[in-house]
């Protein structure tokens, strides 16, 4: 019965550096979600992936962000060329199907910190 | 698109006082709505939901009612307690299929 889990839990980098941060889904579900919490701030919604189609990445910030999620489980969210504002809690959730109504299930989080 | 907006905090209340955090939201169709909870140090999860108009969600003495009349979702508790102090985030998912949270807003009970 485990739960979503993200590494590593916190990451400390110098900018410029690239950064990859993991999620491991609840199994069996085929929703993931990223997000970015910014210190004293709401959750930013950064990109979904839905089973086999085209992931909605309509809140990633800029073009240095990416994300994959290889054979529907887990996902890589990627950050190149990391800036200080790139600073927060990324936040990985999993949802079982896109029925509505269905709450997601959050990780605890990777504390990021551009030095 | 779909928003939803809630009550800036913080907001700090006395122990055994009543608490009410408001949220509205912006929406086409019929959305469900929730309410997650981020307690200190710890991760986001699922508070209490209400999927269809006059549902009430509950739990832990929390309670919301979904009124689509006034597009509201209010968290209310009729007595907190210190353990309560976290962070409540409103949120909706609706014809898009994401969840869209609100800003959030931190919640301070004084022993």
């Known amino acids: 019965g485990a739960g979503v889990s993200q590494s590593p839990s916190n990451k400390v980098t110098e900018k410029g550096k690239d950064v990859e941060l993991r999620c491991d889904p609840i199994?069996?579900?085929?929703?993931l979600y990223w997000y970015r919490q910014s210190l004293g701030q709401g959750l930013e919604f950064l990109i979904y992936?839905?089973?086999?189609?085209?992931?909605?990445k309509s809140g990633l910030p800029s073009d240095r962000f990416s994300a994959e999620r290889t054979g529907g489980s887990v996902s890589t969210l990627t950050i190149q060329r990391t800036q200080q504002e790139d600073s927060a809690v990324y936040l990985c959730?999993?949802?079982?199907?896109?029925?509505?109504?269905?709450?997601?299930?959050f990780g605890d989080g990777t504390r990021l910190s551009i030095l | 698109g779909d928003s939803v907006t809630q009550m800036e905090g913080p907001v700090t209340l006395s122990e055994e006082a009543f608490l009410t955090i408001n949220c509205t939201y912006t929406?086409?169709?019929?959305?469900?709505l929730f309410w997650y909870v981020q307690y200190p140090g710890e991760g986001l999860q699922l508070l209490l939901k209400?999927?269809?108009?006059?549902d009430k969600g509950s739990n832990k003495g929390f309670e919301a009612t979904y009124r689509k009349e006034t597009t509201s979702f209010h968290l209310e508790k009729g007595s907190v307690q210190v353990s309560d102090s976290a962070v409540y985030f409103c949120?909706?998912?609706?014809?898009?299929?994401?969840?869209?949270f609100g800003s959030g807003t931190r919640l301070s009970i004084r022993p």
């Open positions: 959730a999993s949802s079982p199907d896109l029925v509505m109504g269905q709450p997601q299930h």
């Open positions: 199994s069996g579900h085929t929703a």
């Open positions: 992936f839905q089973g086999n189609s085209a992931p909605d």
């Open positions: 929406a086409t169709g019929y959305p469900s």
């Open positions: 209400a999927t269809k108009a006059d």
């Open positions: 949120a909706l998912s609706g014809s898009a299929s994401k969840i869209i």
